[in-house]
Structure formats: structure tokens, C-alpha cells
């Protein structure tokens, strides 16, 4: 049997069990996973469905956010390279290009700073409602219940039909994000809050907010400044990743974009997503010094190693992110003194380039081999890394959560399942199974 679809751009499709043909449409590289239902060896039997583990080959959304090329190595923002934001743009105009769509004019730019340096004041309850958490608790778990907590300050967010109201709650949650990550920073130390200062940029307020003490005003190095906002640039989207996923699943509820912010917040916890770059501070600790790097690459030649912050489960050439972020790493030691770590990353880089184990396998640094090294520059803890990994990637979250709400292919994330356990059991009471 044959459907009426036609042409080069199909897929046909023999189910040997029942020696029927299908031709099935091709479109954008994809097949529709509901073509595949019709395929099915009789009328009561279900269709035909995807076997998909981590969705490694499944396309749950389109999406015109950001445009990955894991074989070239190219990462692009609304169809501008990263190379060029990084060099040339800021965190906020980055952030208004991935909600908006288009970069601002100046205008535009001038009302979106404005908006989101007058909306980083949190309510003094927050403020109650973080200090409730005991003295160790892990600031990313501080910032995911209160991110969540922002949507009961907010009711009116959960009216997410209208597009005044999504445009506040964007708003909010930008400019929010960094007071709640430099407080749950200053809980863990046992310091007191530092309220924004409306008179610094966005990434200056945040280290202001993590730093100051009792100075009138806190003044960062300017190369550290620029050094965190690139860092931010670099992190605010990469496609449909697993906490990016967690934003779009739990936003397909229709549930207000705080509550789905969260839930990418607590996929970004996770050691296999926001982690990486811990892990590849305690493989530079360990590795010692340059010249134990033969003896450490041998050992991962031989299965008894990992090798941290190489490689990428999209990218099978350089990773783009790890190009800028090493300038920036370097221009992060100038203010901050040489750490012993970056003689052995560069050298282990190098090795690892020329290598033709690791050539061959197309092991190339990511993102997470030199942000680590800055992060740890910057003084901040390893628990800390993820937080200021979720405060730069939020932009990118908003921006696929806004376009989500927006289109209308899309539906409650529902998967399918294959079921595996028992059939048809017969219940036998309690007084007799246990007599």
C-alpha cells in the first residue's frame, strides 16, 4: 500500500511483515513521527513508533533561536556568529536579540537596559525566604526554589496569553536572576546581602552584589568585567540541551515561566550538564604539573583516565565557545595573577590538538576547559560555576519558552513508552497472600 505522497523528497518505507510499502514525507531533514503511526500490521495493532533514548536523533520543536553545526564548529545566535557577539556586543543586547529576535536599535536598547536595571530589586520576602536555608546549602539549590518561589510574588504571570505580561515577566526574571545568584553566593559565606546598585551595568552590579564589603562603592577591574559578560554571551543559548528540554516540557503545561525557569535551573544541577567545568579543574589538580601530562595522556590512551573538557556530544570540530572564552581566560590572569592550572590546560591542549588518538576522534576543548579556570580566577567556589552558568544562560531559556507559547504545532510533552513489566497479574487479597 501506497499513500499518495510523491517525489524525491520522501522516504519509502517496506514494513516486511506485512510486505506494504509507505511513502512518507521529508521535510526540513525530518520525518513526522505520526507518519509513522499508519504503519502498522493491522487495524486494532498501534502504529509504528521511535525508540529514542536522551533524543539523540529526534527533533521535538522548530526553532529559530540558535543554529548549531557541530561538524563546523558553528554556534550561531539568530543567525549572527558567536565570534561577533562575544567580540562586539554585550550580555543585554544579546539577551534582547534571543527574546526579540532582531538586535535593538538604540532606542530600544536604551528602554530594554533601562527596564531590567530597575527590575533586579527582589521583595524584601525573598530576601526572608533565602536566609531560611540552612548555613551549607548549595546555592544552586538556593536558586532554583527561588526562581520557582518569584512565581507566587507574581500571579498575574501565569496569564501567559498575554504578550504585555510574558514581555514583564522576561523582564523580571533577566534582571532578577543575578540577585538571587550573588545572594545565595553571599549565604554560603555567611555575609550579608548586597542590594543592586542601579548605577552599574548589569554584569558590574552582579560582581558588586557578590563582592563588596564596606566600601561606598564597589569598582571591578573592567577586564573582568568584560571577561563575565563574555563568559555570560557564550552560555545564553545552545539549542534544545537537557535543561533548555526541561524548560519547554514544563512550559508545554501552559505553567508560568518562573516554574519552567526552575526546572531548567534544576536540570542545569546535574554533574552531566552544568558540572564540566568542576571536573576539569579536579583533572588539571590532579594531572599536578606539565610534566606529568605524557604520563596522565597515556593513562587515558589506556582506558584508566578521563579527559575532562574535551569533546561534545554536538561539536565534532573546535568548539567555538572554547576559542573566545581562552582569550578571555587570559585576559582574566592579567588582573588576576597566573594560575598554575593554565600552564598545564595550554599544555594539555596543545598535546591533546596534535595527538592523533584525540585528532581521530575528533577530541576538541568545549566550553568547559577554560571557564572553570576563570571562574576559580574569579575567586568563586566549584559550587558556584552552575549558578553563574544559569544566570547567563536564562535569556536563552526565555527565548525558547516565549517561542514555544507561540507556536502552535505545539502540544503537552507527552513521550511514548515501550512497556516492559508484567501483564494480566491476579490480585490475591492481603489475608491471603499472607496466611
Not at 564597589?218 to 552560555?235: M, P, T
Not at 594531572?287 to 587515558?300: L, M, T
Given at each position: 500500500?501506497?499513500?499518495?505522497?510523491?517525489?524525491?523528497?520522501?522516504?519509502?518505507?517496506?514494513?516486511?511483515?506485512?510486505?506494504?510499502?509507505?511513502?512518507?514525507?521529508?521535510?526540513?531533514?525530518?520525518?513526522?513521527?505520526?507518519?509513522?503511526?499508519?504503519?502498522?500490521?493491522?487495524?486494532?495493532?498501534?502504529?509504528?513508533?521511535?525508540?529514542?533514548?536522551?533524543?539523540?536523533?529526534?527533533?521535538?520543536?522548530?526553532?529559530?533561536?540558535?543554529?548549531?553545526?557541530?561538524?563546523?564548529?558553528?554556534?550561531?545566535?539568530?543567525?549572527?556568529?558567536?565570534?561577533?557577539?562575544?567580540?562586539?556586543?554585550?550580555?543585554?543586547?544579546?539577551?534582547?536579540?534571543?527574546?526579540?529576535?532582531?538586535?535593538?536599535?538604540?532606542?530600544?536598547?536604551?528602554?530594554?537596559?533601562?527596564?531590567?536595571?530597575?527590575?533586579?530589586?527582589?521583595?524584601?520576602?525573598?530576601?526572608?525566604?533565602?536566609?531560611?536555608?540552612?548555613?551549607?546549602?548549595?546555592?544552586?539549590?538556593?536558586?532554583?526554589?527561588?526562581?520557582?518561589?518569584?512565581?507566587?510574588?507574581?500571579?498575574?504571570?501565569?496569564?501567559?496569553?498575554?504578550?504585555?505580561?510574558?514581555?514583564?515577566?522576561?523582564?523580571?526574571?533577566?534582571?532578577?536572576?543575578?540577585?538571587?545568584?550573588?545572594?545565595?553566593?553571599?549565604?554560603?559565606?555567611?555575609?550579608?546581602?548586597?542590594?543592586?546598585?542601579?548605577?552599574?551595568?548589569?554584569?558590574?552590579?552582579?560582581?558588586?552584589?557578590?563582592?563588596?564589603?564596606?566600601?561606598?562603592?564597589?569598582?571591578?577591574?573592567?577586564?573582568?568585567?568584560?571577561?563575565?559578560?563574555?563568559?555570560?554571551?557564550?552560555?545564553?543559548?545552545?539549542?534544545?540541551?537537557?535543561?533548555?528540554?526541561?524548560?519547554?516540557?514544563?512550559?508545554?503545561?501552559?505553567?508560568?515561566?518562573?516554574?519552567?525557569?526552575?526546572?531548567?535551573?534544576?536540570?542545569?544541577?546535574?554533574?552531566?550538564?552544568?558540572?564540566?567545568?568542576?571536573?576539569?579543574?579536579?583533572?588539571?589538580?590532579?594531572?599536578?604539573?606539565?610534566?606529568?601530562?605524557?604520563?596522565?595522556?597515556?593513562?587515558?590512551?589506556?582506558?584508566?583516565?578521563?579527559?575532562?573538557?574535551f569533546g561534545h556530544r554536538v561539536y565534532k570540530n573546535y568548539d567555538p565557545r572554547a576559542k573566545i572564552i581562552k582569550k578571555s581566560a587570559e585576559d582574566v590572569f592579567e588582573v588576576t595573577g597566573t594560575n598554575p592550572l593554565l600552564d598545564i590546560a595550554k599544555e594539555l591542549e596543545k598535546i591533546a590538538l596534535e595527538d592523533e588518538y584525540f585528532v581521530k576522534r575528533k577530541l576538541y576543548p568545549n566550553v568547559d576547559f577554560y571557564s572553570g579556570l576563570i571562574y576559580e580566577a574569579f575567586q568563586f567556589p566549584p559550587e558556584m560555576f552552575t549558578v553563574l552558568f544559569a544566570i547567563g544562560r536564562t535569556p536563552g531559556w526565555l527565548a525558547q519558552w516565549?517561542?514555544?507559547?507561540?507556536?502552535?504545532?505545539?502540544?503537552?510533552?507527552?513521550?511514548?513508552?515501550?512497556?516492559?513489566?508484567?501483564?494480566?497479574?491476579?490480585?490475591?487479597?492481603?489475608?491471603?497472600?499472607?496466611?
Amino acid at each position: 500500500m501506497s499513500n499518495e505522497a510523491s517525489g524525491k523528497d520522501t522516504l519509502t518505507v517496506r514494513d516486511n511483515r506485512t510486505g506494504q510499502d509507505y511513502e512518507i514525507p521529508i521535510t526540513d531533514g525530518t520525518i513526522a513521527a505520526k507518519d509513522l503511526g499508519q504503519i502498522k500490521v493491522g487495524d486494532d495493532q498501534p502504529g509504528l513508533a521511535t525508540y529514542d533514548p536522551g533524543f539523540v536523533n529526534t527533533a521535538s520543536c522548530r526553532s529559530a533561536v540558535t543554529y548549531i553545526d557541530g561538524d563546523q564548529g558553528i554556534l550561531e545566535y539568530r543567525g549572527y556568529p558567536i565570534e561577533q557577539l562575544a567580540e562586539k556586543s554585550n550580555f543585554l543586547e544579546v539577551a534582547y536579540l534571543l527574546i526579540h529576535g532582531a538586535l535593538p536599535t538604540k532606542a530600544e536598547y536604551d528602554a530594554w537596559v533601562h527596564e531590567i536595571t530597575y527590575h533586579t530589586f527582589v521583595h524584601e520576602n525573598v530576601k526572608s525566604f533565602m536566609e531560611g536555608f540552612r548555613y551549607d546549602a548549595h546555592p544552586m539549590g538556593m536558586l532554583m526554589a527561588s526562581t520557582g518561589a518569584l512565581s507566587t510574588f507574581y500571579p498575574d504571570a501565569r496569564n501567559i496569553t498575554d504578550a504585555d505580561n510574558r514581555h514583564m515577566q522576561i523582564v523580571r526574571m533577566i534582571a532578577k536572576m543575578p540577585t538571587l545568584g550573588a545572594w545565595s553566593f553571599r549565604h554560603a559565606q555567611g555575609k550579608p546581602f548586597v542590594y543592586p546598585d542601579n548605577d552599574l551595568g548589569y554584569t558590574a552590579n552582579f560582581l558588586s552584589m557578590l563582592f563588596k564589603m564596606s566600601e561606598k562603592k564597589f569598582e571591578a577591574d573592567e577586564r573582568l568585567v568584560k571577561a563575565l559578560d563574555v563568559l555570560f554571551i557564550l552560555h545564553a543559548d545552545h539549542e534544545q540541551n537537557a535543561s533548555t528540554n526541561a524548560v519547554r516540557s514544563v512550559g508545554s503545561t501552559q505553567v508560568d515561566p518562573y516554574s519552567a525557569v526552575a526546572a531548567g535551573v534544576g536540570a542545569l544541577f546535574g554533574p552531566l550538564h552544568g558540572g564540566a567545568n568542576e571536573a576539569v579543574l579536579r583533572m588539571l589538580r590532579r594531572i599536578g604539573s606539565k610534566e606529568n601530562i605524557p604520563a596522565f595522556i597515556a593513562g587515558v590512551k589506556d582506558g584508566n583516565e578521563k579527559l575532562m573538557g574535551f569533546g561534545h556530544r554536538v561539536y565534532k570540530n573546535y568548539d567555538p565557545r572554547a576559542k573566545i572564552i581562552k582569550k578571555s581566560a587570559e585576559d582574566v590572569f592579567e588582573v588576576t595573577g597566573t594560575n598554575p592550572l593554565l600552564d598545564i590546560a595550554k599544555e594539555l591542549e596543545k598535546i591533546a590538538l596534535e595527538d592523533e588518538y584525540f585528532v581521530k576522534r575528533k577530541l576538541y576543548p568545549n566550553v568547559d576547559f577554560y571557564s572553570g579556570l576563570i571562574y576559580e580566577a574569579f575567586q568563586f567556589p566549584p559550587e558556584m560555576f552552575t549558578v553563574l552558568f544559569a544566570i547567563g544562560r536564562t535569556p536563552g531559556w526565555l527565548a525558547q519558552w516565549l517561542e514555544l507559547v507561540q507556536d502552535k504545532d505545539q502540544k503537552i510533552a507527552r513521550p511514548k513508552q515501550i512497556y516492559t513489566g508484567d501483564r494480566r497479574l491476579t490480585f490475591a487479597p492481603a489475608s491471603e497472600r499472607w496466611a
